[in-house]
């Protein structure tokens, strides 16, 4: 198939997100192990060449999977802002845009607890995407550290690795439990128990 021919990149992009949303679904149903590419094809309603086309590896196809969730959630809750009480607002938002996605959160959860071995496809992922969440939020806890923001006595370092952990140890415990975990009250409680005035 050639772009130039009936508009082959439109039908391409959207046969991409077609398959991309069924890996979504496989993934969560069977983790990354248990899938196959076989399976999304089925999903996507393509051949496996077809599916091979797009994605001539599994690890190709979870490697673009996780780069959407990322693309979509800093667009969507404009995780780049400057660093600051603005990109601790857009973390909770995230947080209330999850507990309405349960789908993906329970995908991501399954994928991060696969990943922590190091021979995982999608271990430098993590390792990646855990570094940049850390560094940006620590960067926010920082910047209110020196604006007199931060209460007396709260390490920026430290409060950034608990929000972390805490936000993604909180999704766990909701996806278990979801009528017992308030996961958003929780984490803007964490947050007002270090900031000097309430998110």
Not at 11 to 27: F, N, P
Not at 34 to 56: C, D, M, N, Q
Not at 147 to 160: F, N, S
Request: glycine fraction near 8%; proline fraction near 5%; avoid cysteine.
């Amino acid at each position: 198939m050639r772009a130039a021919e009936g508009g082959g990149y439109p039908k391409g992009r959207i046969r991409r997100e077609d398959i991309l949303t069924a890996a979504v679904t496989v993934y969560g149903e069977a983790g990354y192990h248990g899938s196959s590419l076989r399976e999304v094809a089925k999903r996507a309603g393509i051949t496996h060449a077809g599916l091979l086309y797009y994605f001539p590896t599994k690890e190709a196809l979870l490697a673009a999977v996780l780069e959407r969730r990322d693309a979509d959630d800093a667009k969507r809750e404009q995780l780049d802002a400057p660093p600051g009480l603005d990109v601790l607002r857009h973390f909770v938002a995230l947080a209330e845009h999850n507990v309405t996605h349960p789908g993906i959160v329970d995908l991501y959860s399954r994928l991060a607890a696969e990943a922590v071995a190091a021979d995982h496809p999608a271990h430098d992922y993590f390792v990646r995407h855990y570094r940049l969440a850390r560094e940006s939020t620590f960067e926010s806890f920082r910047v209110l550290a020196e604006q007199g923001e931060l209460r007396d006595g709260v390490d920026p370092a430290a409060a950034a690795l608990i929000f972390v952990a805490l936000m993604d140890g909180l999704q766990v415990q909701w996806l278990t439990a979801p009528d017992d975990v308030d996961l958003v009250g929780a984490l803007r409680h964490y947050l007002n128990s270090v900031l000097v005035k309430p998110l």
